[in-house]
């Protein structure tokens, strides 16, 4: 079905300084001109697939790299090295969006509507990535009227389309999870996610 596209951004880490690592080679220059050189791979190709009645913007958390308190994530328990301070990851945060929501927006992919989903926290930003999120929110609804924002208040957000409802999730939250959700999902971590489609009514 072509008529809706669900672009994910999860981990764009605004702000973090890669100095060890696997992906240390590839990150040596890491910063908000080439998280926006990412981005722009991901917009070409999704203009390559032509215009879509409406596109789901998914925003999984961990956008920015820390909790309002340079170099330490939202549980104050592990530091890490970063070339931007909070103001500066804020700003170019907002700045990083903006310009990805318009390029969408100005080339006419979505026919009908453009959305935006956002969870609410990842677990590098935590409540700091909150605020940066709703206020995303409140300068993009102000600025390009025909554009709905939500923002979930839970771990999991749901929303639907076509038919089929899609859970999002940063996959680990910001206080509790000693680790986050793994990719391949074990008997344990299945039985959390049933209990909650089964209580939210999702099938």
């Not at 998914?58 to 328990?77: E, P, W």
């Not at 409802?165 to 344990?188: A, C, E, W």
Request: charged share 25%.
């Amino acid at each position: 079905d072509c008529s809706a596209i669900n672009i994910y951004i999860s981990d764009i880490h605004l702000g973090a300084d890669v100095e060890t690592g696997a992906l240390f080679k590839e990150n040596l220059d890491y910063g908000f001109n080439e998280a926006k050189r990412r981005l722009s791979e991901v917009l070409d190709k999704v203009y390559e697939l032509g215009s879509f009645d409406v596109v789901n913007i998914c925003l999984m958390g961990d956008n920015i790299d820390c909790c309002g308190h340079k170099g330490y994530t939202a549980s104050m328990t592990h530091q890490m090295p970063e070339n931007m301070d909070p103001r500066d990851q804020f700003n170019k945060f907002i700045e990083l969006y903006d310009w990805f929501i318009r390029s969408l927006d100005e080339n006419n992919i979505a026919e009908k509507k453009i959305n935006v989903y956002s969870v609410p926290t990842g677990n590098h930003g935590g409540s700091y990535e909150f605020a940066l999120n709703n206020t995303l929110k409140y300068y993009t609804e102000a600025r390009f009227p025909n554009i709905k924002f939500t923002l979930f208040d839970q771990f999991f957000g749901v929303f639907e389309q076509n038919g089929i409802s899609y859970v999002l999730t940063h996959g680990k939250n910001d206080q509790f999870m000693k680790r986050g959700l793994p990719l391949n999902i074990d008997d344990k971590n299945k039985v959390k996610i049933y209990e909650w489609l089964d209580d939210n009514k999702l099938y």
